[in-house]
């Protein structure tokens, strides 16, 4: 039934294709080698089985959709898609980003990101 889907598409605002960049993988090693290990956030059925059946306290506050959204799907290929091209930068090279940033545009100098 995709032909008869009416889904409504999201565009990018103009201003933001200037900041896209296309990057190559960040990671030495083939996409093929990442392994997932998909696990629930919150195991309530496990908590129960151990003698901590705390879901009826969630429930009552309302939280069953949280964690629904949390146990949620899980999506592989994007998750590898997103690792291999994740770069992981330094204290350092944090600072360093920032300075360049407060350079640029001294107003945002004693700002927090």
């Known amino acids: 039934m995709a032909g008869s889907s ?3 598409s999201t565009k990018i605002p103009p201003f933001m294709f200037k900041h896209l960049q296309i990057v190559g993988n960040e990671m030495e090693f083939p996409e093929s080698q990442l392994s997932l290990l998909p696990e629930k956030m919150v195991d309530f059925n496990s908590l129960k089985d151990n003698g901590f059946d705390v879901k009826p306290y969630f429930s009552a506050q309302g939280w069953d959709k949280y964690f629904d959204m949390l ?3 899980i999506y592989p290929d994007l998750l590898k898609k997103f690792w ?3 770069r ?3 204290e350092y090279e944090a600072k360093q980003e920032e300075l360049a940033a407060i350079e640029r545009d001294p107003s945002l100098k004693g ?3």
Request: charged share 20%; hydrophobic share 25%.
């Open 88 to 90: 992981v930068f330094s």
């Open 71 to 73: 146990n949620g799907p």
């Open 6 to 8: 009416t889904s409504s």
């Open 111 to 113: 700002k927090t990101r």
């Open 84 to 86: 291999m091209k994740a």
